[in-house]
């Protein structure tokens, strides 16, 4: 049994032509993943992408392959897929976010063999999520690692793990294996199964010659959980010489009318929702990005769950999620609409390979049956909800839906509650008018029942207040505000599990959407994944102050940047016990967490108002702008500190390059931020430059090698290959700052 990776020797050609099947194209040479159309920062027209593409390469026929099969293995391709092989079509795929893998064995001739996959961007209404408007892009191309597999006769292509009795002394772990398509069970012999522990040893081997069988019990289990992401690995092997190997964990989730509870312990959600594009390359970055993006919402935000919006992500971001305990509400594509019997009969089968692919991932708590913000259709939804608990009866199901009252066929009522905005709004939301501030409506409201059921919040925020991460102090207050008020309210219903904000990050957007330049800006980051304000609202919430600290005032520290002047009221995001304020040569000021605004949140901001400061302190229109520190103190010292100067100028351009995670791969797309700071580090908010990006040795830009500074920040992903030195130089096009280089190692 061997894999290869197929990343290089592709031709790229738009369109596509029946004879291309059959002859070689003198196209582009590119490697994958690839984006068939690359798209500016904002302003992109998704319409280019709306077509045909031809990916071609050829494929050498081993001289020794006997009775062996190879196997091409497609990651993901946007969006309706087709495969030639020698002119002979093999497989079609309608789907976008799930795997697929033709045996092109019976169509090889000896030497070299063309294979031609033509891709289809185009909006098809008969595949999820086309056919109605959706509020972000799909973009085009073999976005995805493509491998050529190969198999002696009988192989096994999945095997799904259940555990019974997780909670118990010694779980038993219940595998059901699934052959490949084709294959006679009474010809693959016997089966042995291997279980090793997190630290590798062998916990069990045992033999079988049926397709469902009980493993021994695992004594002294190592559970999986948020602070302690134990993995077991499980190999399966065949006397042919081919195996399986999977991960998976022994835990217990289950969402109640109280709440959720992993391992019998209630833990309130906090989360975000994420989009698995990325500016310029869409959806076409490898799996260190993607990995990194797993652990920029754990570390970095503090979070517990991501939901997967709208659809499958990358297996390498779910393998992420295992590795460092993030949990999981993985969904089937889809958005607000609900197409013909074939779009149907396509979103049956999303259900299917989507948890087929995925039932191993102990990260995973909560499949999504229900395209997102639907409306009722109990015939369909019963058949969704019937087939996920078939395939998996180990997990529940939920629904994601923006109406109340609606019928509930899953295990937990899953809602967008975009109520706090909603007095805004005309039509059919007149209803709210008058509500006085409300951040999440009741799960009785909501759901219309007098019963108590499972209920989780799935999207609040977002596009009813979009932010950029350059939008001036007023608007950056209120969308702290905004994220702050649903966490305090969530965190004191407990008949709500949980929240899940939209949106971890900002993502490009059909013309219909967005901010007229084609952006949503319902991130708590920019596109780039440079956090706004809002970002540290979680990330005060989602750490201990002795482990990492956090203090995050949500201010550019400038007199005159709102229309009031000055910068109060100054919310100050911190999980310190007290933070004190010192501003030019006035004495230090010692102010507590505002409880009695925020009495449910574990760590409530501190608020500054002007009425606080002592009158002859207070800063008048016309008076002198000053230097300020503030201090947050944890337990009577001095954890962490910021200082803000009051000229601020543009003195450093600092590179931030994260060490890599997955350090086995042929290559690594890397996140590069560049910031433009001040004397004393802080960000420039206002700065707008451009920065030229110079590479040396074995990395390349994905995307513009001329990048604009947003925000004050202009980030990239370099592509390293295993191995290989490289450095990334910017420079700024007005020469403002001094030029900046990362270093990437090899791993």
């Known amino acids: 049994m061997t894999d290869r990776l197929l990343r290089d020797g592709w031709i790229f050609e738009p369109g596509f032509e ?21 798209l500016p920062w904002n302003y992109g027209d998704e319409t280019s992408y709306q077509r045909t593409f031809t990916y071609q390469r050829t494929i050498e026929m081993p001289p020794d392959l006997g009775d062996d099969r190879l196997i091409v293995h497609f990651e993901g391709a946007m969006a309706n897929t087709h495969v030639w092989i020698n002119g002979h ?146 190999t399966l092997s065949l006397e042919n010489g081919n195996a399986f190997e999977t991960r998976f964990g022994i835990r217990q989730a289950a969402f109640e009318a109280d709440g959720f509870y992993l391992n019998g312990e209630r833990l309130q959600i906090v989360g975000l929702n994420r989009h698995q594009s990325f500016a310029h390359i869409g959806y076409a970055l490898g799996p260190e990005a993607q990995a990194r993006d797993a652990d920029i919402l754990k570390y970095e935000l503090g979070l517990n769950l991501v939901r997967t919006s709208h659809y499958p992500q990358s297996v390498a971001f779910l393998d992420r999620c295992d590795e460092i305990g993030l949990l999981v509400f993985e969904e089937i594509p889809g958005w607000q609409h609900i197409g013909d019997d074939t779009f149907k009969a396509q979103s049956l089968k999303n259900v299917a390979d989507m948890i087929r692919r995925d039932w191993n991932h102990p990260s995973i708590i909560l499949w999504g049956v229900r395209i997102n913000e639907s409306p009722d259709d109990d015939v ?39 109520v706090l905005g909603e007095e805004h709004l005309p039509g059919f939301l007149q209803s709210q008018q008058g509500r006085p501030r409300t951040p999440l409506r009741t799960r009785e409201e909501v759901t219309g029942l007098t019963e108590p059921v499972p209920y989780l919040v799935t999207e609040y925020n977002g596009h009813m207040y979009p932010t950029k991460i350059f939008d001036g102090e007023e608007r950056q207050e209120e969308h702290v505000r905004r994220h702050l008020e649903v966490l305090d309210a969530a965190f004191g219903d407990p008949a709500i599990s949980g929240s899940i904000g939209w949106c971890m990050a900002d993502y490009n957007t059909h013309a219909d959407f967005g901010s007229g330049d084609r952006i949503c800006y319902h991130g708590v980051m920019s596109m780039g994944r440079a956090p706004k304000f809002a970002a540290h609202v979680y990330a005060s919430q989602g750490f201990d102050p002795r482990e990492k600290p956090v203090l995050e005032p949500a201010t550019h520290w400038s007199f005159g940047d709102r229309k009031v002047g000055g910068i109060f009221p100054l919310i100050i995001l911190t999980n310190c016990d007290a933070v004190t304020f010192h501003y030019g040569d006035d004495s230090p000021l010692t102010f507590e967490p505002a409880r009695k605004q925020f009495p449910n949140l574990p760590y409530p901001p501190v608020i500054i108002t002007d009425e606080d400061l002592n009158p002859v302190d207070r800063i008048a229109w016309g008076d002198s ?117 990362a270093s990437l190692h090899a791993g």
């Open 625 to 741: 702008w000053r230097d300020g520190v503030i201090c947050g103190i944890v337990d009577g010292e001095v954890l962490i500190e910021r200082r803000y100067v009051a000229n601020p100028l543009p003195t450093v351009l600092e590179a931030n390059i994260a060490p890599l995670i997955r350090n086995g791969d042929a290559y690594h797309d890397r996140l590069i931020r560049f910031t433009a700071c001040d004397q004393v580090g802080n960000r420039l908010p206002y700065l707008m430059d451009q920065l030229s990006l110079h590479v040396s040795g074995g990395a390349s830009i994905n995307g513009p090698k001329t990048i604009p500074l947003i925000g004050g920040v202009a980030s990239v992903y370099v592509r390293q290959m295993a191995g290989a030195e490289a450095t990334v130089t910017a420079i700024t096009l007005s020469g403002i700052l001094p030029a900046a280089t």
């Open 18 to 38: 029946e004879s291309w099947t059959q002859t070689p194209l003198r196209g582009t040479p590119i490697a994958l993943p690839h984006t068939a159309v690359e």
């Open 89 to 234: 079509l093999v497989t079609h795929h309608a789907d976008g976010y799930t795997p697929f893998e033709p045996d092109i064995t019976d169509y090889l001739t000896a030497g070299a063999n063309l294979l031609t996959v033509r891709i289809d961007g185009t909006e098809n209404p008969a595949i999820p999520p086309f056919g109605g408007r959706i509020d972000y892009l799909t973009y085009a191309g073999l976005y995805r690692d493509v491998w050529l597999n190969r198999r002696a006769p009988g192989w096994i292509s999945n095997a799904k793990i259940e555990i019974d009795d997780p909670m118990g002394e010694a779980p038993i772990p219940r595998i059901s294996v699934r052959l490949h398509e084709g294959e006679d069970a009474a010809a693959i012999g016997t089966i042995t199964a291997t279980v090793r522990a997190p630290d590798g040893a062998i916990v069990s081997t045992t033999t079988c010659t049926d397709l469902e069988t009980v493993l021994p019990p695992i004594r002294d289990p190592q559970r999986w959980s948020l602070d302690a992401p134990n993995l077991y690995t499980l």
């Open 380 to 418: 369909f939804y019963k058949q969704t909800n019937a087939l996920a608990r078939s395939l998996d009866p180990t997990r529940q199901t939920g629904g994601v839906r923006c109406i109340p009252d609606s019928t509930l066929l899953e295990d937990v009522y899953t809602m967008n509650d975009f």
